[in-house]
């Protein structure tokens, strides 16, 4: 098992910038693919950006490409997302998640964290 724990969420303004982080614990021995996922009121769960275990892949939804930014340091068995050039429709609930199975942009993970929420001003 591995439990997932988001922190780094909050509220600032248009154009402002966020960086959440995602501590594991537990059976962190496996190599797991990371990703974070968001989820705004009345809408379903999406993928945002997923990072593989080495940190060589990485992988984006094309809403955030170019302004989202996923890391990870193993030695520390965390995931970050730092977020920039934030907008009013990225406020959402972001999850973390882990695989074993390898980098998706599927609901197909296996470990969740409970969500850190983001608002974004206009």
């Known amino acids: 098992q591995v439990q997932l724990v988001e922190s780094g969420g909050g509220l600032v303004q248009a154009g402002g910038s966020l960086r959440l982080s995602c501590v594991a614990s537990?059976?962190?021995?496996?190599?797991?693919?990371m990703a974070w996922f968001r989820q705004a009121p009345g809408k379903e769960r999406e993928f945002v950006a997923a990072?593989?275990?080495?940190?060589?892949?990485?992988r984006y939804a094309d809403s955030v490409k170019g302004r989202f930014t996923i890391s990870r340091d193993n030695a520390k068995n965390t995931v970050y997302l730092q977020m920039n050039s934030l907008k009013p429709e990225d406020t959402a609930v972001y999850y973390c998640?882990?695989?074993?199975?390898?980098?998706?942009?599927?609901?197909?993970?296996?470990?969740w964290g409970q969500g850190t929420q983001v608002t974004v001003s206009s």
């Open positions: 998640a882990a695989d074993e199975a390898g980098i998706s942009s599927g609901l197909t993970y296996d470990y």
């Open positions: 537990g059976r962190t021995s496996s190599r797991y693919a």
């Open positions: 990072i593989s275990w080495s940190g060589v892949t990485t």
